[in-house]
Each structure stands twice: as structure tokens, then as C-alpha cells.
């Protein structure tokens, strides 16, 4: 069990690596100067290796969650129309080049969240076991 969690903590901590990456080389720098204290504890927070903890992860989600609201609302949709029928069609989503940029690491904070979550599941869960095998 031990080497599971060791296993999930190891691919967080990648998946932590490659979103740090994208905050420093990219993100921080297309946010708002007063918007970039939240990216840039994160990132400090990734170097430092502080992040399978419960707090951080709340970070990360709130992050998200923040991120995604302004890919939003940098996001126009344009009606696409059927080529016989102008009535019928759909709408697509036309991101500017910072909600694009906002949405490819969304998708790395995603995936780094479900990685820290899997790691503390696993830990807890192997506590739980102990517990249960103590008394």
C-alpha cells in the first residue's frame, strides 16, 4: 500500500512540475498585475513541494475555479448555420489567445487536483486500514 501512495505522490508531484512551468513561462504573466498573487503562491507553493496537503488542494481548486471564470468571460460564441438551413445550427466557442492560453492549463490544474485528491485518499485510507488492524 505503501508503494501506491509512493506512486500517486510521484505523479502529482510531475503533474505539479509541468503546471508550475505553465504558471511561470506563461499565465502569470497574461493576468492582471492585481490577479497574479494567487498563481504565483501556487507556483511558490509547487517548488517548495508543500503540495499533498488539504489546504493546497482547496488552493488549487479556488485557482481553478477563478481561472476558468476569466477564460469565460473571454470567450465569444459565433452562430455557425447549416449550410441549407440558416435556421438550424450551432453555437461556437471562439476563445482570445488568453482564455486559450487559460484553458490548456486548466486542464494541468484539473489534473494535478485529481492527483493530489488520489494521494490523499490513499493515504488516508491506508491510515484507516491501520487503524482497524490496532485495534
Known sequence: MMDTIAELVAEALGQARLVRKCLDEKI??????????????????I???????????????SFTVFLDRLA????TYEW????????????????SQRADAFYVVLHELVDLASGIGGALD??????????????
Open 47 to 61: 517548488a517548495a513541494g508543500t503540495i499533498i496537503s488539504e489546504a493546497f488542494l482547496r488552493d488549487l481548486e
Open 122 to 135: 490513499a493515504a488516508r485510507a491506508y491510515a484507516i486500514t491501520n487503524e482497524l488492524f490496532d485495534t
Open 72 to 75: 469565460r468571460d473571454e470567450t
Open 28 to 45: 502569470i504573466a497574461l493576468l492582471d498585475p492585481s490577479q497574479r498573487s494567487f498563481a504565483i503562491e501556487i507556483s511558490k507553493c
Open 80 to 95: 455557425c448555420g447549416h449550410e441549407h438551413d440558416p435556421d438550424c445550427g450551432y453555437r461556437l466557442p471562439v476563445p
